[in-house]
T-cell receptor, first 115, second 115 residues
Framework: AQTVTQSQPEMSVQEAETVTLSCTYD???????LFWYKQPPSRQMILVIR??????QNATENRFSVNFQKAAKSFSLKISDSQLGDAAMYFC????????????FGKGTRLHILP | ETGVTQSPTHLIKTRGQQVTLRCSSQ?????VSWYQQALGQGPQFIFQ???????GRGNFPPRFSGLQFPNYSSELNVNALELDDSALYLC??????????????FGAGSRLTVL
């Protein structure tokens, strides 16, 4: 069975600094996708970044980048130049390529931004 | 382009009652999935609907059922409510599997409290 583990329940970072959120996953599949979702107090789940497992190049989206280590089954999120609006719950998530819209989420990391 | 809308936003029920939650998918999306997010946890996949039929289900009992309508909107029904059903219920829509990962668009959820 596929699992996603986030070992940091909470983290804090000073505004404008850089923070890295950790995630490990377990799967026997070779073709899959990994995601980081953000859930602010408004509750709506927002896609931050995604990574296709077959791509070796790490995905980047503006201030957000990932460090994807396929052999180690590790998928960390780096947020550069942290802003107050980045404060939220962050969920690491996995889905197998093809098939249904089943996404497996980790338990989340609550990120606090200190002014 | 409208996003995913869910109703009601909050509701309170008592044990043994039945509840219906509603979801309007994003324009152009034909697939709807439902997730249950208990407090302090990541969302868990309940099921998915495509072309008005359930075509993927997570580890939830049969008292969780759903419908999809010709306009792709959807309902989640839960019978014989239990205290553990208290959670945020998220609806997500997607445009079906094409090249690359489906991108799910989530609604803001319906917060269900069972007393």
């Amino acid at each position: 069975a596929q699992t996603v583990t986030q070992s940091q329940p909470e983290m804090s970072v000073q505004e404008a600094e850089t923070v890295t959120l950790s995630c490990t996953y377990d799967t026997s599949e070779s073709d899959y996708y990994l995601f980081w979702y953000k859930q602010p107090p408004s509750r709506q789940m927002i896609l931050v970044i995604r990574q296709e497992a077959y791509k070796q190049q790490n995905a980047t989206e503006n201030r957000f980048s990932v460090n994807f280590q396929k052999a180690a089954k590790s998928f960390s999120l780096k947020i550069s130049d942290s802003q107050l609006g980045d404060a939220a719950m962050y969920f690491c998530a996995y889905r197998i390529a093809g098939g249904d819209d089943k996404i497996i989420f980790g338990k989340g990391t609550r990120l606090h931004i200190l002014p | 382009e409208t996003g995913v809308t869910q109703s009601p936003t909050h509701l309170i029920k008592t044990r043994g009652q039945q509840v219906t939650l509603r979801c309007s998918s994003q324009s152009g999306h034909n697939t709807v999935s439902w997730y249950q997010q208990a407090l302090g946890q990541g969302p868990q996949f309940i099921f998915q609907y495509y072309r008005e039929e359930e075509n993927g289900r997570g580890n939830f009992p049969p008292r969780f059922s759903g419908l999809q309508f010709p306009n792709y909107s959807s309902e989640l029904n839960v019978n014989a409510l239990e205290l553990d059903d208290s959670a945020l219920y998220l609806c997500a829509s997607s445009g079906g599997w094409r090249a690359g990962a489906n991108v799910l668009t989530f609604g803001a959820g319906s917060r269900l409290t069972v007393l």
